[in-house]
Antibody, heavy 116, light 107 residues
Framework: EVQLVESGGGLVQPGGSVRLSCAASGFTFINYWMHWVRQAPGGGLVWVSRINVDGSDATYADSVKGRFTVSRDNAKNTVYLQMNSLRVDDTAVYYC?????????WGQGTLVTVSS | DIQMTQSPSSLSASVGDRVTITCRASQGIRNDLGWYQQKPGTAPKRLMYAASTLQSGVPSRFSGSGSGTEFTLTISSLQPEDFATYYCLQYNSYPWMFGQGTKVEIK
């Protein structure tokens, strides 16, 4: 069974940083691109970023480009999202997802609240 | 960037009704479209990919159609467990884009 378990969310001040982690299990991690998707409270789904299988290439939504960095450690079956220069409008549940033409599995999400 | 326009944003329907949700892409995306269902407080679940391919385990009352710029998700006979919010996703080119969502409520 595919499992994606996010961690690292919490309350952070505007301008601050946080790193999300996503531990994957139940599938061959190195075979899949991974994506992050977020959802603001009461809002819709927004694609944030993706990383390829070996971590050599990543793509970002314009709203986070230059502030967020996605990475992965295939030895640990884990994908990360480093979030810097956080803004109030980055407040959202962040979902780790597996890219399977297209997204076919989701974690339970981790809430990041940006507030002073 | 490819924009996705989903309609309606919400609808009220009764058990047994036929329901249709539409997504329009701002430019052609072949059939690179997925549909997702989300219930309150839970992660989304994939219903469909490649516009019309049903995800394993999803009831056959769900169907998808379309290619290019216009796509539809149809629920042939709405069941109580289908009341949820539905999203389309274009994965033809980055940045991937979700539709705004359609909330299906009980009439």
């Amino acid at each position: 069974e595919v499992q994606l378990v996010e961690s690292g969310g919490g309350l952070v001040q505007p301008g601050g940083s946080v790193r999300l982690s996503c531990a994957a299990s139940g599938f061959t991690f190195i075979n899949y691109w991974m994506h992050w998707v977020r959802q603001a409270p009461g809002g819709g789904l927004v694609w944030v970023s993706r990383i390829n299988v070996d971590g050599s290439d990543a793509t970002y939504a314009d709203s986070v480009k230059g502030r967020f960095t996605v990475s992965r450690d295939n030895a640990k079956n884990t994908v990360y999202l480093q979030m810097n220069s956080l803004r109030v409008d980055d407040t959202a549940v962040y979902y780790c997802t597996r890219g399977g033409g297209p997204i076919d599995s989701w974690g339970q999400g981790t809430l990041v609240t940006v507030s002073s | 960037d490819i924009q996705m326009t989903q309609s309606p944003s919400s609808l009220s329907a009764s058990v047994g009704d036929r329901v249709t949700i539409t997504c329009r892409a701002s430019q052609g995306i072949r059939n690179d479209l997925g549909w997702y269902q989300q219930k309150p407080g839970t992660a989304p679940k994939r219903l469909m990919y490649a516009a019309s391919t049903l995800q394993s385990g999803v009831p056959s009352r769900f169907s998808g159609s379309g290619s290019g710029t216009e796509f539809t998700l149809t629920i042939s006979s709405l069941q109580p467990e289908d009341f949820a919010t539905y999203y389309c996703l274009q994965y033809n080119s980055y940045p991937w884009m979700f539709g705004q969502g359609t909330k299906v409520e009980i009439k």
